[in-house]
């Protein structure tokens, strides 16, 4: 091994502390077999390696080594120019020892990423990826994307398109935008593309989340309602039962005294009938709403329920579409209210059902 430094301090012409800071001896088991490949490097310089261990890792370098040569006594070489000569000794190092240090990484994480693509060693590929992704910035993500493309980093990819996604206006100002838009037209499309396909998903997500946010409201309206007209609450209850006004407000449903209101002023609003009421209409909504989900006919307490259901019967045409597609969007989000109750107060609920329907 000795004499392995020794060739390549000359090759290389380096100072003795550069050539210690480069060398790759501390990784190689001192059993190996003299070297029999020269890596060439910018600048001619040379690492000598073994190609039995280079073949072992990347297959790229296997068959750069089985290449026939012209002569037998010729030594074999393998040119690997275009990045820094340290970056290829960090990439030499972990074909020895499958290591990395964080510095190398820092500093040779881009160079090495393209190394790793090249000569397919993805366990090197896989950490460059994330340390490059995570060094990140508005000035170097255009070039870092271009790289990702090139080496078929998707991870690294779609973290170069989020942070340009976030940040677009910022980006527009840098000289590397600048440029792309110059010399690389279809990677600017990709990227506004990308963006509106962001927005679009942004805009769904909000939509998703305002129409369940209606369903389950009026999933608890629809439980509001049975507790008022089952059990009664504060002023308004059923005629079987005398409200007891001295109660305070209902502790269980935060919409409770909004619908009683609703119920009073639907008992005795004169616009009712011709349908000229906007509130009168609502209240008629969510008696029919109870209806199409309620499954107790003759015991249940709410008002038109019993009614409702007949005149789908007799008319035996159900409800429409939209309205069979808000029940079942209500009756899921009732549901999924039940399953995120504490199993303690799941059991409750269940058993305040049983009790309130017998």
């Known amino acids: ?204 997500t909000r939509r998703h989340r305002e129409e369940q946010s209606l369903y389950m409201e009026l999933s608890v309206a629809m439980d509001c309602l049975e507790h008022i007209c089952t059990e009664g609450c504060t002023s308004v209850g059923p005629c079987d039962v005398q409200p007891n006004k001295k109660r305070g407000p209902c502790s269980k449903f935060s919409t409770c005294q909004g619908l009683q209101l609703l119920i009073k002023h639907f008992a005795t609003c004169r616009n009712r009938v011709n349908g000229g009421c906007s509130r009168c209409k609502r209240m008629w909504q969510l008696l029919r709403l109870h209806s199409s989900m309620c499954d107790h006919l003759d015991s249940c307490k709410v008002p038109l329920c019993r009614q409702f259901k007949l005149k789908m019967q007799q008319e035996k045409k159900g409800d429409d579409a939209l309205w069979r597609l808000l029940v079942r969007k209500v009756v899921s989000a009732r549901v999924m209210s039940y399953l995120n109750l504490p199993k303690r107060q799941r059991g409750a609920t269940e058993r305040h059902k049983t009790v309130q329907w017998d």
């Open 1 to 204: 091994m000795e004499e392995t430094l020794k060739a390549t301090t000359t090759a290389t012409a380096l100072p003795c502390d550069l050539n210690a800071h480069y060398q790759i001896a501390d990784q190689i088991s001192r059993e190996l077999p003299k070297p029999d490949v020269q890596i060439i490097t910018s600048g001619s310089r040379r690492i000598p390696a073994h190609s039995g261990v280079l073949a072992s890792v990347s297959s790229v370098l296997e068959n750069i080594i089985d290449r026939p040569r012209k002569h037998r006594s010729s030594e074999r070489i393998i040119p690997i120019v275009g990045v820094p000569f340290d970056a290829v000794a960090a990439f030499v190092r972990f074909i020895y020892s499958s290591r990395c240090n964080e510095e190398e990484l820092e500093k040779f994480g881009i160079h090495l990423l393209a190394l790793s693509h090249v000569y397919l060693v993805p366990r090197l590929k896989q950490r460059c990826a994330k340390a490059v992704g995570q060094q990140l910035t508005i000035e170097n993500v255009v070039d870092v994307l271009q790289l990702a493309k090139l080496c078929d980093a998707p991870d690294l990819y779609l973290k170069c398109m989020k942070l340009i996604s976030s940040h677009f206006k910022a980006l527009e100002k840098t000289e590397g935008w600048k440029f792309m838009q110059n010399h690389d037209p279809y990677l600017e499309l990709e990227i506004l593309q990308f963006i509106d396909e962001a927005e679009s998903r942004k805009k769904r």
